[in-house]
Every structure is written in structure tokens, then in C-alpha cells.
């Protein structure tokens, strides 16, 4: 291999590595409570349960259900039949495309009325921040609870948005007559449109809420343009070393991980008992070449940095 190949490949093997760490990420939990009752939701059934909670992250370039369309056939299957066969290949398209980050799927069905579903560990990035999930009202003609393209990320503050609430009102997907809590329908005839129908006439819903949706944020990752911009962790000599670095601001600091330029982690270092406003890290033992430092603190949150070893 001629040294300008050498050179080549470092060069793209860097631009990958960055490309890796360059998006901000955040892992929330995603919970969702039911308020399905017969006080504001009509008589319920003996068999009332919820399908399971299916859904994706996804980018704005995708739109999976809007008040207003129709459904696909994917929304069509778990708004009647709580099937998610179709609504996943829907999903798996705009992976495949680029337009989504993964299918979501609370497998805990059937679940009572009154119940509650959770989706843990939720791993998104700025590529894929907007959150669609859907699961039907069980039995029902084509109902079904959903939120459409909620975006994770606060573009006014620029950062991941902390923990927050969001009511979930019933939605009839326009697929299937019916105004009662059974499954034996005649398909609508032509297909309408999905339509809020809280407090609608002729539903057995009133204008009040059928769940909630807890997004609980865990934990942030910073770009690393993120962190060029903040004042608050120091790393230094930066970006070049040769092999000792001293951080600075680092009683809060809990673990530093390196990662190479093909993304394995190489390293990782520990801190308890953490007292020291300075930390000098020896990295002698490494290669020279490009690396990716991530810090993290001790209430989870992970700060990136490049890092160059002579």
C-alpha cells in the first residue's frame, strides 16, 4: 500500500470516526398510562385491553399517520386488529431510506384498561429526534391512541428536552363503521380520514383524556461541537498530545472512554471517590493517531472530544 492510500484511508476512517460522534444523542424511557374509563369513555367492555405500543423514531422527511390523511395500511392493521405486521414493513422502508432510527415495540399485549406500557433504554440522535407511536383501543371498530412526529428536540434551547407529559385522546382511523366497542364492522366505503374523536357525537368518549405519555429523559450526549462550546470540563494539551492530558473542572467527573478511529473503545478509566479539581490521564500506552475522548460526569451526562496522540 503506496503512503498517499495510507493517507487516504486515515483520512476517511477520521471523517467516519467524527461522523460517529459527531450527533448529539439522549436515551429516554417512553410510559404510557391509561385513563380508560366508563365514566368518561363510555361502558367498557369485559374483554377492553390496548395492542401493544409500536411506533419508530424518525426525521421529518417521513410521516407515518396525520389527523386529517388516511391511514396507511400499516395504521389500518393495528387500528382494527392491533397488528403491527404492516406498520413495521412501513417502518423498515424509511430505515432502510434513511428517514427513520428504529422500530419501537412494547411487547406487553393484551394489557387491561387500566394499565401501563413501557419502552426503555430509547436511544435517539439528532438525525432521528421526532417519535411516532400508535397502539389500538381494544375491541373497537378502527381506533386507536397515537402521537405523530413529537420532536425530542428543543429547538429553541438547542438540547434535548427533559422530562415532560403529553395527553393521549382517541383517534378513529377512518377504515372501518362503528360507534361502539366491537370488532364485527363493515369497512368504510370509500376510506375516510383519521379524525380526532374526543367529545365527537355518536363515540362513547367524552373531551377528556385516555392516557398519558411520560417521556423521561435518562440520559444526553453532547456533539462535539457541543462541547468545543462549553466552559466547563478542560482537557488539555488539546487536540494534540503525546499521551498525558490533564483535565481540569473534574470533581464531577465519574469515567473517561477512548474510542480509535474505527470506533473501538481502547480505553477506560474509572474515578471514585473523585476529589481532585485536576486529573492527569495517561495515555502513553496508545498508538498514535486520531481519538475520540468521551467523559462522563456523574449524573450520566457524556461530553465528546477529539483528541490527537503524537
Known amino acids: 500500500m503506496t503512503k498517499t492510500t495510507l493517507s487516504f484511508t486515515f483520512s476517511l476512517l477520521t471523517l467516519a470516526v467524527c461522523s460517529l460522534f459527531a450527533q448529539s444523542t439522549a436515551t429516554y424511557d417512553i410510559s404510557f398510562t391509561s385513563t ?6 363510555g361502558t367498557l ?6 395492542s401493544d405500543l409500536v411506533g419508530a423514531n424518525h426525521n421529518s422527511n417521513i410521516t407515518f399517520w396525520e389527523v386529517g390523511s388516511m391511514a396507511t395500511l400499516g395504521i389500518e392493521e393495528v387500528a382494527e386488529r392491533g397488528v403491527n405486521t404492516d406498520f413495521n414493513l412501513e417502518v423498515q422502508a424509511a430505515i432502510n431510506a434513511g428517514n427513520a432510527g428504529q422500530w419501537l415495540q412494547q411487547e406487553f399485549a393484551p394489557f387491561a384498561a387500566i394499565s401501563t406500557a413501557t419502552l426503555s433504554d430509547i436511544t435517539v440522535s439528532q438525525d432521528f429526534p421526532l417519535l411516532t407511536l400508535v397502539s389500538m383501543i381494544a375491541p373497537s371498530p378502527d381506533w386507536m391512541i397515537a402521537i405523530n412526529g ?3 428536540w428543543d429547538t429553541t434551547n438547542n438540547n434535548w428536552k427533559d422530562t415532560f407529559t403529553v395527553d393521549l385522546f382517541p383517534y378513529d382511523a377512518g377504515t372501518e363503521d362503528g360507534f361502539g366497542y366491537s370488532t364485527n364492522n363493515a369497512a368504510t366505503v370509500p376510506q375516510g380520514v383519521i379524525t380526532n374523536i374526543a367529545g365527537a357525537s355518536g363515540y362513547p368518549f367524552n373531551s377528556e383524556k385516555i392516557g398519558i405519555l411520560t417521556i423521561t429523559l435518562k440520559s444526553s450526549s453532547l456533539s462535539i461541537d457541543d462541547f468545543d462550546n462549553q466552559n466547563t470540563i478542560e482537557l488539555y494539551p488539546n487536540p494534540n498530545t503525546t499521551g498525558k492530558v490533564t483535565i ?17 473503545k481502547v480505553k477506560q478509566i474509572k474515578f471514585t471517590n473523585n476529589t481532585n479539581d485536576q486529573k492527569v490521564v495517561d495515555l502513553t500506552d496508545l498508538k498514535q493517531g486520531i481519538y475520540i475522548i468521551r467523559l462522563t460526569n456523574n449524573s450520566g451526562t457524556v461530553e465528546s472530544k477529539r483528541l490527537i496522540i503524537n
Open 36 to 41: 380508560w374509563n366508563s365514566t368518561d369513555h
Open 45 to 50: 367492555p369485559s374483554s377492553a385491553h390496548w
Open 150 to 152: 413529537l420532536n425530542l
Open 248 to 264: 481540569s473542572n473534574a470533581t464531577a467527573l465519574s469515567e473517561i472512554s477512548m474510542y480509535d478511529v474505527l470506533g473501538k
